[in-house]
């Protein structure tokens, strides 16, 4: 019996080893060509990974436009990730007078021809979900995300626009409607300057 299946085992091994052999049909090689070109980095990775490094935070947000704005300062390093697939921001910093940190992974996903985002932080348990698409210049990304919003237990979306001045300063922006508003407020700005 073990005679049996030891050659049972060589034959499918043979026949395995046989079919690798093979020169792949066109619709393999169409098929490896595809995933090839969603798999290399280009000029939209090239891009993010030129935020490496550790840049200065100036966050400004205001949760209720009849208050004031408040202001806090804080520290974000990002990484390339993925031999430049991706970037990883960490951020640490103060909000509503706690110690506040969070982490973003941002790509390029070249199957659909926009920026992705995911976002957490110390500030609830969901994962902020974010597409965008660059204007024409590419140094304006628009960002539209979605995230369980704590008060209403419901989706809530999100517009966002990164603005590149340079490779030492950019901005980002973020705009939400708030519960039973008609229009949208901007709730924060971040100035990021290299440090």
Known sequence: MRKLFALAALGMLVAISAFAADAPSADQQAMM??????????????MLAKMA????????????PSQPWQTSTGTSVVTVLMDGRYIQESNTSVMMGQPFSGQGLTGYDNVIGKYVSTWIDNMGTGIMTSIGTADASGKVINWSGTMSDPITGKPTKERMVTTFTDDNHHTFDMYTTPPGAKKEMKTMTIEYVRK
């Open 33 to 46: 060509e595809k995933m090839t070109k969603a798999a290399t980095p280009g000029a939209p990775h090239a």
């Open 53 to 64: 490094g550790e840049w200065t935070a100036t966050v400004k947000f205001q949760m209720d």
